[in-house]
């Protein structure tokens, strides 16, 4: 049997295929790398990940979710990972070392540690926003913190699925 020859047509319809599938592919999926220690022991510093983008296009945020969200820092645009504490509607009470959610205990088996290092606080989650906390308590930049607050959901790139 002959061997074809590729033509510079077949090449560029090959390369545009593949462009196409990539960003159809990209709209729906990221890969991400975790930086820092926030989220011990659950997600580790350089951990791969995939972020599912359209999770909340689909449904509604849920508690425990680990999402991927924008944020405006000084320093330009950072993206956080975090666990979904609060929902809309949701008061968050936190005091000696306790998260309460609507002044019910929160169980989080999967915290590094107690929390230290807290003052009290009362925050009432405002509609179109989550309240999001690290797991790593005492060494995590979250919604306790004024310079972070409650993120809009629409700042929510998307959803964790799968991490190993």
Known sequence: ????????????????????IGYTISRFIRIAVARGESMLPT???????????KAY??????RHDLVAFKTHQKKGYKMFLKRVI???GDTITIQE??????????NEPYLKEPMTRTKKL???????????MGDNRNHSLDSRSKA???????DVVGVIKKFK
Request: glycine content about 8%; aromatic content about 2%; proline content about 4%.
């Open 1 to 20: 049997m002959a061997k074809q020859k590729d033509t510079l047509l077949d090449s560029a319809v090959e390369l545009g295929v593949s462009l196409i």
């Open 43 to 53: 997600i580790k510093h350089n951990q791969p990940m995939v972020v599912d983008c």
């Open 57 to 62: 296009k689909r449904r509604q945020p849920k």
């Open 86 to 88: 609060g929902l809309p």
């Open 97 to 106: 070392g306790q998260v309460y959610v609507n002044q019910e205990l929160l």
């Open 122 to 132: 009362e925050i009432t989650v405002k509609k179109g926003t989550i309240f999001v």
């Open 148 to 154: 972070l607050g409650l993120v809009d959901i629409e």
